[in-house]
């Protein structure tokens, strides 16, 4: 499966924003002038400006138009309340390296806790992804996802391809999470500690449970980060 064409056209307008074209807190060009630019047509290009705020690179104002995230230049990460974000995508806007490798990508069956989780699976996928900025780790995630749902994900590379546009792909895309928030102490866990967290130290966890439009739950994820790295924003009720 190849890319979606706003995927083209979204890294097209990411390499308008890593060459200074668009200055932090400034307005973006609009959906007719990307869409003359770069050589998509204006839905594509309205799709791939979606995908942006979605990722947390634009937002939009009402009424006044899209612009560019004003914090690009910190080398620290914002995670917290929002949908899970595309972290690779993130760095790059940052003007930073950004490398993305599949540490494990294997079947898993009988485990009690994902048992307990999916009421009606028992097999499911297990995803262990490791994100770079400028060759250091910034965050490392475990996906779990139905074998019944996706029983073909064996055949993509999860390292250069989207997790959820795969699921997309397949009709199945979450929309809608519940998370949790949480420090994780690192206790003799090798994959962790290339966080740079010994044994006795702590990480940054958000563990979420992904759904579809229709509520039905497709993925279980927990991801880790150097605390070092993020900002962790947390909206709360008064």
Do not use: W
């Not at 942006?52 to 914002?78: P, Y």
């Not at 779990?144 to 895309?173: G, I, T, V």
């Not at 979420?208 to 927990?222: A, F, I, K, P, R």
């Amino acid at each position: 499966m190849g890319k979606f064409l706003y995927q083209e056209a979204k890294e097209e307008i990411i390499k308008l924003i890593q060459s200074g074209s668009f200055k932090p807190n400034e307005k973006i060009m609009t959906e007719r002038e990307l869409s003359s630019l770069l050589g998509f047509n204006r839905m594509t290009v309205k799709k791939a400006i979606a995908s942006l705020v979605e990722d947390g690179v634009l937002f939009k104002k009402r009424g006044s138009g899209t612009f560019l995230l004003g914090d690009i230049a910190s080398n620290r990460f914002e995670i917290g309340d929002e949908a899970p974000v595309s972290l690779s995508q993130g760095i790059m806007v940052k003007r930073m390296s950004s490398s993305s490798f599949v540490e494990s990508f294997k079947l898993v069956y009988d485990l009690p806790d994902l048992m307990e989780i999916f009421d009606d699976y028992f097999e499911f996928f297990e995803l262990i992804r490791v994100r770079e900025a400028n060759n250091e780790v910034v965050s490392i995630q475990r996906a779990y996802f139905p074998f019944r749902l996706f029983k073909d994900a064996h055949r993509y590379d999860f390292s250069q391809f989207s997790l959820y546009d795969y699921m997309e792909y397949k009709n199945k895309r979450p929309t809608k999470f519940s998370k949790r928030f949480f420090a994780k102490r690192v206790e003799n866990d090798e994959l962790l500690e290339k966080l740079g967290a010994c044994s006795g130290e702590y990480v940054v966890c958000i563990e979420y449970l992904g759904y579809t439009d229709q509520n039905e739950l497709v993925e279980y994820t927990q991801s880790f980060f150097d605390p070092e790295k993020v900002n962790l924003a947390i909206e709360t009720k008064r």
